[in-house]
């Protein structure tokens, strides 16, 4: 994350107030991240829903990013067995 964009989250501007926010995470040192993000878009007002890899859960759990968010986490979004995504 940008600096700027940390330091607009922080102030008490409330651009975001009642927006949809799909965060997405996926496998590396960063995501552990996500749960700054998360908190900080919250705090602005943001319904934030994750999406998050299952390699991902390595680095973060869905407990932190569901207790954060407010709202469950989907890990399993795609079934490669036919190909079919799972809706949010």
């Known amino acids: 994350m ?3 964009f940390i330091f ?4 008490g501007i409330m651009i975001l107030k ?10 590396g040192i960063a995501a552990y991240k996500a749960a700054l993000l ?3 878009l919250v705090k602005q007002g ?10 991902a ?9 569901a ?5 469950p986490i989907m890990v399993d979004f795609y079934n490669p ?3 079919d995504w799972n809706s949010m």
């Open 2 to 4: 940008h600096i700027s």
């Open 8 to 11: 607009f989250l922080f102030t």
């Open 18 to 27: 009642d927006k949809k926010i799909i965060l997405g995470v996926s496998a």
């Open 38 to 40: 998360t908190r900080l």
């Open 46 to 55: 943001a319904e934030v829903k994750v999406v998050m890899t299952a390699k």
């Open 57 to 65: 859960k390595e680095f973060i759990t869905p407990l932190t990013l």
């Open 67 to 71: 207790t954060l968010s407010k709202n």
């Open 81 to 83: 067995e036919n190909g």
